[in-house]
């Protein structure tokens, strides 16, 4: 049976993935360089992941990221340009895989905080599920943007991306 730390280091892993095969298959810049940030994103949570494992102990590590502040820019200037996002409605169901597993991480991060023997364990745990969360949100509001492309711009409640 794998540990909860393989677990989270294999949902990295996936994550990673995914958002690199994403930067690199969509035409749309900004959202390339987004789907960028959130694999380096995935990556820098599988470093501290995999070094806690290792370890066997907490270590006070950075793991704020700036994707959900990236796309909070990016959504906010389309918005105000009235520009809107050009991407190929086949994705949706890719972007609601990648939901998915923003949820399943979610909620290990979750449940490893529950779990955590010291305060500072449970703190990077809850670090971690809180990016997990951003990155589900960004994943949403770009499939609502798909949804009805033509529309959301008008929608002042569309880009609610929360702040972090």
Do not use: C
């Not at 677990?7 to 994550?15: C, F, H, R, S």
């Not at 820098?44 to 990236?70: F, N, P, T, W």
């Not at 923003?102 to 305060?119: G, I, N, P, V």
């Not at 959301?152 to 929360?162: D, G, I, K, Q």
Request: hydrophobic share 40%.
């Amino acid at each position: 049976m794998k540990s909860a730390f393989d677990l989270a280091l294999e949902l990295e892993v996936d994550g990673k993935e995914y958002y690199l095969q994403q930067a690199e298959a969509i035409d749309d810049l900004q959202l390339k360089q987004l789907f960028t940030m959130l694999a380096e994103d995935e990556e820098k949570h599988y470093q501290i992941i995999k070094s806690m494992r290792d370890r066997g102990e907490y270590q006070d590590l950075d793991v704020d990221s700036e994707a959900v502040a990236a796309a909070r820019k990016i959504f906010a200037s389309r918005v105000k340009s009235g520009e809107i996002f050009r991407v190929e409605t086949n994705y949706l169901e890719a972007y609601q895989h990648a939901v998915n597993l923003e949820k399943e991480s979610f909620q290990l991060y979750s449940t490893l905080a529950e779990e955590a023997t010291s305060d500072g364990e449970r703190q990077l745990f809850l670090k971690l599920a809180k990016e997990e969360d951003g990155h589900r949100i960004i994943l949403e509001n770009l499939m609502e943007v798909i949804g009805r492309p033509e529309t959301w711009v008008e929608s002042a409640e569309f880009y609610h991306l929360e702040e972090y």
